[in-house]
């Protein structure tokens, strides 16, 4: 896009947020380092720009799910940090591992097999403690496999942090066991809900995303974590609508009265889902503007007959508070930020 091109929506990203809830895991986790999972672009932020900001505050280990995203990370890690890949390597890997600073997370016996027989140095292991989605089964595990693995960091994974449930007990434990018996440098159990479960779920190495960029996984979030990501989105065009005519596909919305709209440049195109037709709303400093009829692909009406001085190139802020969002619609807070598309301008305030 040329320079002169500004979108007409934009997220804005608040860093002092970002560092705040960043400073309160770091607080939560205890005697753990606390790194940062920034994965699928720090979740729609902007990795780029979340590992400069998390960098500065302290933050010296960093996760990505592929070798695609790591390298896309690396040119921006600090000397002194690390980076580490939850997918490990699989063959086709390999070249770009080896010439990268990025520890693959070992999920299998081939994989491991694969990291030994290349000579690559350092690495992670997840194991599974009972989320059976990646990592070595601890049934039947043939502890030879670890001999001659240069392992920095052991992992496993939390099914269900976020409430209370017996497996919180089973995987601490079943963690601590085979932590016991490998030889690693940093044992790391817990994501951001675990991080709340207390002392037991620390060990020494936690990986938080979500609470990072304003979600709350866990109750104890709630009061603490604050926004970080607002899509702020411009108004195209003000319309008066009738009583009895309707607004936007489907004929979904009916004025019941005379009423003042605005279309406005989001749309589900732009992660903005289609559920928050008749149902999200915008809004221009305290008051509220309704989301009336459906979301179309690239835009939104909204009811802007409280707000008689917005006009065409007005800018409003969408509500946007994750935990509201999530419960309205049923989708979660981290399909609602990683949806968050490309036509958005993402800055830093
Ligand atoms: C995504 C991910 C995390 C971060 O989880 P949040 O719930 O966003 O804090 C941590 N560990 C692994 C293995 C992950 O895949």
Known sequence: MDREYRSPSRLRLDRSALLSNYRWLVEKSGNAACGAVVKADAYGLGAAAVVGHLAEAGCRDFFVATWGEARQVEPHLPENASLSVFHGVRAEDMEVALASRARPVLISAEQIARWKAAGGGPCDVMVDTGMNRLGLSLDGLDMGLFDGLEIDTLLSHLVLAEEDHPLNDVQPMLFAEIA???????????????????????????????????????PDCEAAIRQVVTPQVEILQRRTVCGGESVGYGATFVADRTMETATI???????????????????????????????????????????????????????????????????????L??????????YWA
Not at 201 to 215: E, H, N, S, V
Not at 322 to 330: E, V
Not at 337 to 346: A, N
């Open 265 to 335: 440049n989001i749309g589900y195109a732009d992660g903005y889902a289609r559920i928050f037709s008749n149902m999200g709303s915008a809004l221009k400093e305290d008051v509220r503007l309704p989301v009336i009829g459906r979301v179309s692909m690239d835009l939104v009406t909204i009811d802007v007959t409280d707000c008689p001085s917005l006009k065409e190139g007005d800018w409003v802020d969408m509500d946007y508070d994750l935990a509201y969002m999530a419960m309205l619609s049923g989708l979660s807070q981290y399909e």
């Open 180 to 218: 016991g018996k490998v030889k690693a440098k940093r044992r790391s159990l817990s994501a951001s809900a675990g991080i709340c479960r207390g002392e037991k779920f620390l060990f020494d190495l936690t990986r938080p995303g979500i609470a990072l960029y304003g979600g709350t996984p866990h």
């Open 337 to 346: 930020l990683t949806g968050l598309g490309k036509r958005f301008e993402r």
